[in-house]
């Protein structure tokens, strides 16, 4: 017995010849399988915009020095300067001019970083007023809202902080959306 299991495991069985009766099926076609769903998770993604621009931004603000939180405080800030458009990042930077109620004119430098799809931004700036005493600011936000925070030497409060709520009117990014 040991000696048929030897010979039958040495010896391969020799195929048949094909014939009517000895057809061999042909495998099966693999089963389809469905089409991947394209997901766009970047809308913006392949839009490749590159170019530099003239840039104008209006702010305007409502909030209060930590020095005296019980007295409102506002102001209105105006941004003219350059736009570099990489994809969906803007990055600007230009010179501001701001009038508020404890100052009649504040003039600065501000640079902003806006992620175009997502909405976020935010912006950093030195301040100069008329008197002259140097200010701080910084401000983070979404859309056309955000919150500041500055740091400066008031002639009547000496140097302190101050927090607003902010709405910002990107009007050139407003008139290259609306040139497509």
């Given at each position: 017995m040991l000696a048929q299991e030897a010979a039958s495991q040495a010896a391969p069985a020799a195929p048949m010849p094909p014939g009517p009766a000895s057809v061999v099926p042909s495998p099966a076609p693999p089963s389809p399988t469905p089409a991947a769903a394209v997901v766009a998770l970047n809308p913006g993604a392949g839009i490749h915009e590159r170019r530099t621009t003239w840039d104008a931004n209006v702010e305007g603000a409502f909030g209060a020095t930590l020095a005296t939180p019980a007295r409102a405080s506002g102001f209105g800030r105006a941004r003219l300067g350059v736009l570099h458009i990489r994809d969906s990042l803007y990055l600007s930077a230009g010179f501001t001019f701001e009038a508020s109620?404890?100052?009649?004119?504040?003039?600065?430098?501000?640079?902003?970083?806006?992620?175009?799809?997502?909405?976020?931004?935010?912006?950093?700036?030195?301040?100069?007023?008329?008197?002259?005493?140097?200010?701080?600011?910084?401000?983070?936000?979404?859309?056309?809202?955000?919150?500041e925070f500055q740091y400066r030497d008031y002639e009547t409060l000496g140097p302190t902080a101050a927090v607003y709520g902010k709405l910002r009117i990107p009007v050139r990014i407003i008139a290259l959306a609306l040139e497509r």
């Open positions: 109620d404890r100052i009649p004119a504040t003039f600065g430098v501000q640079g902003e970083a806006l992620h175009l799809e997502t909405g976020f931004w935010f912006q950093t700036g030195a301040l100069l007023d008329v008197r002259p005493r140097p200010g701080f600011m910084a401000s983070v936000g979404w859309s056309v809202l955000g919150f």
